[in-house]
């Protein structure tokens, strides 16, 4: 390591891993448990549970952006790492093995066509895709499977719509655990299932959805050999958490107005929130971002509880409803997101209200549209990714977001994720229902705005000059 100040570094690098809880979220319950102890939601009273990080134990909060930026020059993996170098607010203590991808350091791109797009006249896209296995999961399973290492897990679980599988698989097989996952059958990419079967995993289809699998990972729960890696599991949000950190790095600690994420099982936007909420809690910002969440219009049960929740006037945390709607039967292009039953609503929620942001939907057609225009960037995700995209155009035509305001959304995952989606868009034949489960009534049928379908062209040049001039 090379800290350019080595007393203030050993000053601010009082870690919280020995101090730190885990944490019932639940204001009524609040009750705590050792950060050794396996397990996923609170014993007492069946609550979500999060890691209490003892942020007091932190004496020089201001020394840690100088130590954290000290780290890009460092060998050490702990410090190559986008998610160890922030290891003084995670929840292990120095010594502990990490199990380490080299994960996070993903850019944040400014995105031009995509600004204009959605009527900002700026727009920045963390990219984090750009993780080893090409999506944001990666930050968070760093932590969970070295948590699972030190517990002496023999196999590590979880349930998936793809990336989360994906990610498990490697650093399981980096930790040499051996790693089942769970998936709906015949409603994943086959991208990241072929990544899933190269790190080694154990690949269970299941017959049924997403909620249905993660109904299965609920009873495996009691079993001490196995560890859930599903983002209930609060070491995984530790890990996710760090991408607030590098947010904030990246824009020189200036406070962006919006931060907008795709919703799903709400892992995502729980992590952000925390980080987000720690690093004010820590002097090292003095407000927080907007967090907004955008889901697809057909798995949206936390958008249709805040829209009822906001047409009363009420968005108070204190307020929050302890019930949800789910959606029994799911339907999205984008599988990733395709869940009825999110199971970290709660905390997602609570992150939007203190942050006052907003929870949103949108269509097929937007998402798609969307996600051709970050791909005319230069950038390209999946498909769930460009909901955020689609979401802020449709917060800024609501009057939600300002066009001069510093917005900030994070893609989630890489473009070859799904390439079957990215053929289908640009050729014209991407539809929704035919191959789905359940009662589709009849196929939805999407017509790309920005299609760019390939051109059969006579082995020539002139045919191929012809072909450019048709296009100028
Ligand atoms: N974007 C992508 C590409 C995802 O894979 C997911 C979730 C999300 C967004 C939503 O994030 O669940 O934290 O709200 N994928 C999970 C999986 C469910 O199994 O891979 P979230």
Redesign the pocket.
Known sequence: MSDPNPKAARRATATVGAEAVQRCVLPSCAAGYGIREQIYVCPRCGGPLEIDCALEAIKQARDLPKLWDSRAASHDPRDRSGVWRYRELLPFDDRAPIVTLLEGNTPLYEAPRSAKYAGLSALRLKHQGCNPTS???DTGMTAAVTQAALLGARTVVC???????ASLAAYAARAELQCAILLPQGQISPAKLAQSMDYGAIVCEIPGN?DDCMRLIGELADEPLIYIAN?INPFRIEGQKTVAFEILEQCEWRVPDHVVV????????SALGKGFDEMLRLGLIDRLPKLSVIQAEGAAPLAHLFASFESKGDTEVENFPSQIDFVQHPRTLAT??K?GA?VSWKKALRAVLRSHGSIITVTEQEIADAKAIIGRDGIGC?P??ATTVAGIRKLVGAGKIRAEESVIAVL??HVL?DPDYVSNYHRGTLSLGLTEQGSAPKPLHITGAFRNAPEKIAASKNAILESLERRR
């Open positions: 999506s944001f999961k349930a998936s719509t793809g990336n989360t599988a997403f983002s795709p919703g799903g099982n709400m892992g995502n936007s990733a997101i869940i999110p999946e769930a990714s989630t995952g994720k």
